[in-house]
């Protein structure tokens, strides 16, 4: 896997670092290749996808290059390599592989990123992309074989040259070898759990905050639904904030809130932020205390942390521009001046501008 990606960083770097390489590849294809980078998801699902997509183009371009005597000896000896290493059966069948699954964990964690996501949704979509890579990995991988057997048909690449001997177990024979095909079945399996395995446990606590949430969150199931599982969710809910909220209290609270909101036909309250204006406007804090609380809390839980995100959000630029410089606590600061810029652009810093610059200054007005 690790030499795969380095062949797709190879490819974006012998082509961007020159204007001849890039614009034959521009005539060769339509859209240029993207650089790959490790924290980004996104990121590695551009570069394959373009990778994949014009696999033939790209290898065609390379066999071009590499005997094309008009070019330096440099650049036809890179582009052989490259040539080479992307006419294996190791890359041909993992191309495909890799671009089925990271366009699929891509959809989903541009839609993580979205303002309005909240974690109920959140969660279920990655339970969806769990369900999805247990449910459809054996079609991953059968197609990704069958599409690198053809590729390598196509070049002519013998996929079976080489066995891996692997430890024989006490019932085999000595001799028990592991085909080329075998391994790569191997190899993409394994990615699969692994990937699995990563999400399980790095969203953990998002599937617990859902469960303990979730009930909140779906507000017209909320208001209108049944009650049976109703009181269980306020009690694991009170459970995990003892000190703030009392269960049979917003058990109750959420049944009186049910019945003003029935005979008020033209109030329609489809988000948790409107039922939190409507029990505000109905009275003070005394009057759905727990309700009003839970649902507090329940708005101030972030789907995703900013600094987790710093790859791919305003904080990059920020880290980018002065990492040198730069220390932890004036990073978290001008993030959350790029997080909050619809207050910072209304806020007038002249007068404080003209305080630091008087205090700084080294120049004497006389």
């Known amino acids: ?35 790959e980078s490790e924290t980004r998801w996104s990121s590695r699902s551009d570069a394959v996808k373009v990778v994949s997509t014009h696999v033939r183009e790209i290898i065609d371009l390379l066999d071009k290059m590499s005997d094309d005597s008009c070019d330096s000896v440099e650049t036809r000896s890179e582009a052989r390599q490259l040539f080479t290493r992307m006419v294996s059966y190791e890359f041909l069948t993992l191309h495909g592989f890799w671009n089925n699954l990271l366009s699929r964990v891509d959809r989903v964690q541009k839609r993580l990123q979205d303002p309005s996501m909240n974690f109920h949704e959140a969660a279920n979509d990655l339970s969806s992309l769990k369900n999805t890579f247990s449910r459809e990995g054996c079609d991953f991988v059968d197609a990704a074989i069958t599409d690198g057997q053809c590729l390598c048909d196509e070049y002519d690449v013998a996929f079976e040259k080489r066995n891996r001997r692997r430890r024989s177990m006490p019932d085999e024979h000595r001799n028990s070898e592991i085909s080329a095909i ?51 969710d306020c009690l694991s809910f009170a459970n995990m904030y003892s000190d703030d909220v009392d269960g049979n209290d917003l058990y109750r609270e959420i049944c009186d809130c049910r019945m003003l909101v029935s005979v008020r036909e ?18 003070d804090e005394s009057v ?32 980018s521009y002065l990492r040198a410089s730069m220390g932890q606590d004036r990073l978290i600061d001008l993030s959350i001046m790029s997080i909050e810029r619809e207050v910072t652009e209304d806020t007038d810093f002249e007068s404080l501008i003209d305080t630091f610059a008087s205090v700084k200054a080294r120049k004497v007005v006389f």
């Not at 380095?6 to 290749?33: C, D, N, Q």
């Not at 395995?197 to 639904?225: A, H, I, S």
């Not at 109030?267 to 009275?283: D, Q, T």
């Open 1 to 35: 896997m690790i030499s795969f990606f380095a062949t797709i960083e190879a490819l974006y770097a012998f082509f961007s670092r020159s204007t001849l390489r890039w614009e034959k590849l521009k005539k060769t294809i339509p859209v240029g290749l993207k650089r």
């Open 182 to 232: 075998q391994e790569m079945r191997r190899v993409m399996y394994s990615t699969i759990d692994r990937l699995q395995r990563e999400m399980r446990e790095r969203f953990e606590r998002l599937t617990n905050l859902d469960n303990t949430f979730g009930f909140l969150l779906d507000t017209q199931r909320l208001l209108q639904g049944q009650l049976n599982e109703l009181r269980s």
């Open 266 to 283: 033209e109030l329609r309250l489809r988000k948790p932020e409107e039922l939190l204006n409507f029990i505000i406007e109905y009275g």
């Open 288 to 319: 759905f205390p727990n309700l009003r609380v839970a649902i507090q809390i329940l708005l101030t839980i972030a789907v995703s942390i900013a600094s987790c995100e710093r790859s791919f959000s305003k904080l990059k630029l920020i880290l």
